[in-house]
C-alpha cells in the first residue's frame, strides 16, 4: 500500500493505492493521526485506487470520523470507493457513518 | 485440494489472499463473491493471528479450498488457544458515531459473507474454521 | 457552444465547450453574469474542452475577472487551458491576469 | 487558390475557420500553426463585421487562401469603410487589472501570429486584407 497526501485550502485529500488490511491499516492510521494532528479535520479519503479494505481499515475511518467531526470543526468522506468494497461496507453496517462523493472535485469542493 | 501454509503475521495476509481468489476463481465465482471469499478469510486470518495466537509469529495458519459441486470450502486450521464464537455479541452499528467501539466487526461480517461459518477445537490438532460459500449466492 | 455550471460549497464552476468567438462570447458573458448576479465571485472556468478562444472570449474573462477581484470577494481561475490556447493568451499578454490549473480538483480545492 | 464568400455576420466565423484551417493544414502547417492563421483571421474578420461593416449582415467577406512556397497567404476583402491601421495604438496590457480598457487585442493579435499584415483600400474594389504566414515560423 502506498499513501499521499494533497493540502488544499479547506480540505486534504488522503489517497491510499492498494491494499488496507491488518498489516498496511496501521500505516493508514500513522497518515490520517498526521492530517489530524495538524489541525486539520477536513478530509477526503481517496479510494479510487483501494482494491481491498478490511474491517480494519474501516476502523481506522471510523476513529478519524470521530476526531474529525468532534467540535463539529470538520468531517471526513470518501471518493471513487470501487462497487464490491462498498457492499462491504454497507453489509458491515457502516455505510451510514461516511458521506460517499463519485466526483473528487465534488468531494473537496464540499469543503 | 490445494492446501498452503503461511507464518502467522499480518505479512501473510496478502499471500493468504492470492491464494483463496485463485481458488475462487477456479471455483466459477463472480468477481462480487470472489471479493466475498477473499474478505471473510482475511477477516478470519487476522482474527486468529490476533486473539487466537495472541500477537504475530507465534505459529502458522493452514488453508485448504476445497471446491464441490457449487460450493467453495475454505478450512483454516491454528495451534491458538480455542475460541467459543457464541460468547460474542453482535455489533451494534445503529449506534452513534462516538459510541462506536472498533471490534466485533470481523466476525460478523465473515457470517455475512459466506453461508455457513464454523469453529471447532480439536484437542491435538487445534482450531478449525470452516466456512463455505455457494455459487449461487 | 454549451456551458454548464456546477455549484460547490465556495465556488462555482462554469464549464465551456466548443468555440468561443464573436459569436458565442456574449453568451458565456450571460452565463458569468448570471453567477456573479448570484453573488458568487468565486469562479471556476472550465476550459478543458474549449477549442478556440479569440479575444472577444478573453474580455468577457476579464470584465468578469474585475467584477470577481472587486473588494477582495473573489477570483475567476483558468483550469484545462489547452496549449495552443495559452500561447495566445501569453502573446495578447493577458496571461498574468489569470491563475491557470492544470488539475480541476486543484482549482476548486484553491477557494 | 480557393476563394469562398461568406455573409458578414459572426455566425460565418465558425465557417470561415473550417475554410482556412483547411487551407492551412493542406499548406502543411503544424497545428499550433494551424490554430494561429485561424485565430488571426477570426479577428480579422470580426473586425471587419464590427468595424469596416458596423454590424452585421452590411455585406460579404470574400476569403481566399493562397499557398506558395513556404507561405500561407490569406486575403480577405470587403465593401466597408476604409482602415488606417496606423491610427489605431496599441493596447496596454501591462495595467492593472481595473484599467484594462475591453479593445486593441484583434490588431495586435494579427501582427504577433502572421508574418505579414497588410490593409489596403481599392476604390471600387474596397478594403483588402492580406496576412502571410510562413511555414518555418
Ligand atoms: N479466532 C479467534 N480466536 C479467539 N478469539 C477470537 C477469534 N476470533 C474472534 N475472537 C474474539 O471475538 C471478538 C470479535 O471478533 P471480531 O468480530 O473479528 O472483532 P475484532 O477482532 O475486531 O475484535 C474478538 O474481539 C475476540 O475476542
Ligand atoms: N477592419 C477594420 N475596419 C475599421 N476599423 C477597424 C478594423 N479593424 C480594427 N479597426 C479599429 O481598430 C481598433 C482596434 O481593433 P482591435 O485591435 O481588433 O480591437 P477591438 O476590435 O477589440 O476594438 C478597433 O476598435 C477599430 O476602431
Redesign the interface.
Request: glycine residues 6%; proline residues 3%.
Given at each position: 500500500m502506498e499513501i499521499s497526501t494533497?493540502s488544499?485550502?479547506?480540505?486534504d485529500?488522503v489517497k491510499a493505492n492498494g491494499?488496507v488490511?491488518?498489516?498496511t491499516a496501521p500505516e493508514l492510521e500513522e497518515v490520517l493521526n498526521s492530517v489530524t494532528g495538524n489541525g486539520t479535520y477536513k478530509i477526503v479519503f481517496d479510494m479510487s485506487n483501494v482494491d481491498?479494505m478490511?474491517?480494519?481499515g474501516?476502523?481506522v475511518l471510523?476513529?478519524t470520523?470521530?476526531k474529525c467531526?468532534r467540535y463539529n470543526r470538520g468531517e471526513l468522506v470518501l471518493y471513487g470507493i470501487q462497487?464490491?468494497?462498498r457492499?462491504?461496507l454497507d453489509?458491515?453496517?457502516?455505510g451510514?457513518?461516511f458521506k460517499i462523493f463519485d466526483d473528487?472535485?465534488?468531494a473537496?469542493?464540499?469543503? | 485440494m490445494p492446501t498452503a501454509k503461511f507464518p502467522a503475521r499480518?505479512?501473510s495476509?496478502?499471500k493468504i489472499?492470492q491464494f483463496v481468489v485463485k481458488a475462487a476463481r477456479e471455483a466459477g465465482f463472480d468477481?462480487?463473491a470472489v471479493?466475498?471469499v477473499?474478505?471473510a478469510v482475511?477477516?478470519a486470518c487476522?482474527n486468529i493471528?490476533?486473539h487466537a495466537y495472541g500477537g504475530e509469529g507465534r505459529g502458522d495458519i493452514k488453508c485448504t479450498c476445497q471446491i464441490a459441486n457449487n460450493n467453495l470450502k475454505i478450512i483454516l486450521r491454528d495451534q491458538g488457544r480455542p475460541f467459543n464464537p457464541s460468547s460474542v455479541a453482535e455489533?451494534n452499528?445503529?449506534a452513534p458515531?462516538?459510541e462506536?467501539k472498533?471490534r466485533g466487526?470481523?466476525l460478523?461480517?465473515m457470517r455475512?459473507?459466506m453461508d455457513e461459518v464454523d469453529f471447532e477445537f480439536e484437542a491435538g490438532s487445534g482450531n478449525v474454521l470452516t466456512m463455505v460459500k455457494h455459487r449461487s449466492k
Open positions: 494533497s488544499y485550502k479547506r480540505c485529500v491494499r488490511d491488518s498489516y481491498f478490511s474491517s480494519k474501516w476502523w471510523i476513529e470520523q470521530k467531526k462497487d464490491r468494497i457492499e462491504s453489509l458491515v453496517g457502516m451510514s457513518y473528487l472535485t465534488a473537496v469542493g464540499s469543503f | 499480518f505479512e495476509l496478502e489472499s468477481e462480487a471479493y466475498a477473499d474478505l482475511d477477516e487476522s493471528i490476533e455489533p452499528f445503529g458515531l462516538e462506536l472498533p466487526a470481523g460478523f461480517l455475512k459473507l
